[in-house]
């Protein structure tokens, strides 16, 4: 039996998680008299129990622990040695070297004039801080120029000039895409079960169509689909008031509903859209960033241009509760004149020992070449991935890098999906906790349709990779037999 650093035996601490801890996102009656997995040791890709189980974490955490489990010494040492030096100061107007070096760490790896870093806890923090800086980027703005043309009037110029919209505060999202659960990053999603036990949410958000094709009229060309999901995206901002927008905000790839990849010319016509009606562009990479597409950030990937960029996860391999909003310079101008500035703080935000975790997973990842090795394998992944399309109950493969999606459908040939009663059986009844007996750890979702989401540690390499395929494989075609009876 495998043993952990507590003074608790196995029993006390089932007993103490029955009694005490309230699990995320979890029924917790689903617990009533079953076990609760107590996972205790990590290494490489795979995780072990409390009772010595080993399984694959096809899942990465949630999307999130990139360089794996097997850099703990090297990560923990240099959480200790700041730990000696210092252990913590704020952000709040003054600064400590490791989030000044990790600020020009991660500007060094954004996209294009995206040099400005604001620090916080995790992705919620940074959706919800994105919103509130594109909210206030348009007041400071107007502030700014108003200003400006009052002393040249006052000097006796005389100038016509328009002044930016000093009012601005809706977002566009995406429907089925998930942002986080504060309670502006709530109102984000386009997840509607996620949002009704909360209303009413934050005013104003519109949502839009997704990237997913799988769905669409069979005749549709790409072309066509791209043509379609930009002339919703602008219908909806000119129904909203486009002077009232602040924000459209997708992620690169789209997680929730399965691994939504972007057709051709989608990124580019979404940047032109946001230009014409002067609309902060965010990219939400908070599961994206840091390599999972083969690329440090998704943005560069498909030249998405933002304004801003979500993330979180992959900036520590989720070692250290972290994450940033990243600007462009252009967004930070307003804030450098006069007594303006982003009336937003957190207290960990730039934490020096979340911040030393982070400079050093960045590191680890420069010398071990992670975000290549992604790139050089991801065809290889999405190949054997793609075996699984030979079972009746698989639809449809979405994704790239190591990211990626298998729907499962009721019939292959109408694309029928299953039933929210029929979803209950197959996801929760049975994958899920099939998936974790075989000592397989991904996900079986049905925010939208029924998906597997299989998103591995990036150092996964061929042999975990034909684990992942094999177990999926058999269990996956156990299902299928399952839901024909």
Known sequence: MSTSVTSMSPA???????????????????????????????????LEDINGKRYLDALAGLF???????????????????LRELPFYTNWSYAHPRAIELAAEVASLAPGDLNRVFFVSGGSEAVESAWKLARQYYSARGDNVRAQVAERMAAGERIEQRIPSQRRWKAVARRIAYHGTTMGALSING??????????????????????????????????FTAFLLEDLEEAILQAGAETVAMVIFEPVQNAGGSYTPPEGYWKGVREICDRYEILLCADE?????????????????DIRPDI??????????????????ARDSVMEPFLEGHEMY????????????????????????????????????????????????????????????????ELVKDKETRETFSDEECETLLRGFLSPRLFEAGLICRADDRGDPVVQISPPLVADTAEIDEIVSTLGDVLAEAGERMNR
């Open 64 to 82: 999130a622990v990139n360089i794996g489990y097997g850099f703990g010494d090297e990560i923990g040492e240099a959480a200790a040695a700041q």
């Open 343 to 406: 009336s937003h703080g957190i207290t960990f935000g730039g934490h020096p020992v979340m911040a030393a975790i982070a400079l050093k997973n960045i590191e680890i990842m420069r010398r071990e070449r992670i975000v290549e090795h992604v790139a050089e394998k991801q065809g290889y992944f999405h190949q054997s991935l793609s075996q699984l399309l030979d079972l009746p109950i698989v639809g449809d493969l979405r994704g790239t890098g190591f990211f990626y999606a298998l």
């Open 12 to 46: 006390e601490l089932q007993k103490a998680a029955r009694e005490h801890l309230w699990l995320h996102f979890t029924r917790m009656s689903s617990y009533t008299g079953e076990d609760i997995p107590i996972i205790v040791r990590g290494d490489g890709c795979y």
């Open 309 to 326: 960029i979500t993330s979180a996860k992959g900036l520590s391999s989720a070692h250290a509760a972290i994450g940033a909003v990243i």
């Open 191 to 224: 997840i509607a079960s996620l949002r009704i036990p909360f209303e009413p949410l934050v005013p104003d958000v519109i949502h839009v169509h997704n990237t997913n094709r799988y769905h669409r009229p069979s005749e549709e060309t790409e072309a066509e």
């Open 286 to 302: 908070v599961i994206t960033g840091f390599g999972r597409l083969g690329a440090w950030f998704g943005s560069e990937r498909y």
